[in-house]
């Protein structure tokens, strides 16, 4: 094989036939709806999600809470005994602890970090993936752009976490090296997701999901 078919098939971008049928398990979402449209039947593991949203608020995080909330509580089989840390980098509003109890997440694996400038979020988000400790990093960034994804998917698949990045609409122009990558928009009937690409599946559109 070539090193110039070797460096395209490295491409995180790139998707072979063969990746499906080895399709790992995916973190069941808690939205069967949702997880019949996601290879694996759920979040992809060790991985990047990017969720791009207009405004907070409008079911963002209750889509990931399911999830979260297992992760929080149920210690992996890999490396170390408790459960991972929920990791939150530079969050644009003070998470509610007891909202979030509610939803079943263990507090005491809660961390949030809030750093200086924008270029330490990234950085932060890196860190924390790589540790090999957190089960999930949950990341708003400035911005994101294609050579900045790459390396959060690598730092995902190193430290065997679930990197997850709130976008604007307007990232949906721009390549995106993540496994997957949402859409959320809300009307009078609720919030419609909308799968913009899947790595092994196929765009979709769930309306009133949340």
């Given at each position: 094989m070539s090193a110039s078919l070797d460096k395209l098939l490295a491409n995180p971008r790139?998707?072979?036939?063969?990746?499906?049928?080895?399709?790992?398990?995916?973190?069941?979402?808690?939205?069967?709806?949702?997880?019949?449209?996601?290879?694996?039947g759920g979040w992809p593991p060790d991985a990047l999600t990017e969720i791009l949203t207009g405004h907070y608020g409008i079911g963002e995080l209750r889509l990931l809470m399911p999830a979260l909330a297992r992760l929080s509580t149920t210690a992996p089989q890999h490396d170390f005994a408790e459960p991972g840390w929920i990791a939150w980098i530079a969050p644009p509003f003070?998470?509610?602890?007891?909202?979030?109890?509610?939803?079943?997440?263990?507090?005491?694996?809660?961390?949030?970090?809030?750093?200086?400038?924008?270029?330490?979020?990234?950085?932060?988000a890196e860190q924390a993936l790589t540790s090999g400790t957190c089960a999930a990093v949950l990341l708003w960034p400035e911005a994101l752009d294609d050579q900045a994804g790459r390396r959060l998917q690598l730092a995902a698949e190193k430290g065997r976490s679930w990197a997850i990045a709130f976008r604007p609409p307007s990232?949906?122009?721009?390549?995106?090296?993540?496994?997957?990558?949402?859409?959320?928009?809300?009307?009078?009937?609720?919030?419609?997701v909308h799968i913009l690409k899947s790595r092994g599946g196929r765009p979709a559109v769930i309306d009133k999901l949340l």
């Open positions: 790139v998707w072979r036939g063969r990746d499906q049928a080895g399709c790992r398990a995916g973190l069941a979402s808690g939205y069967s709806e949702l997880d019949r449209h996601l290879p694996g003070q998470p509610y602890p007891p909202a979030l109890q509610q939803c079943g997440l263990d507090l005491s694996r809660m961390l949030i970090v809030r750093p200086e400038g924008a270029d330490e979020v990234l950085w932060s990232a949906r122009r721009q390549p995106s090296a993540a496994a997957l990558r949402l859409e959320l928009q809300t009307n009078a009937e609720g919030t419609r």
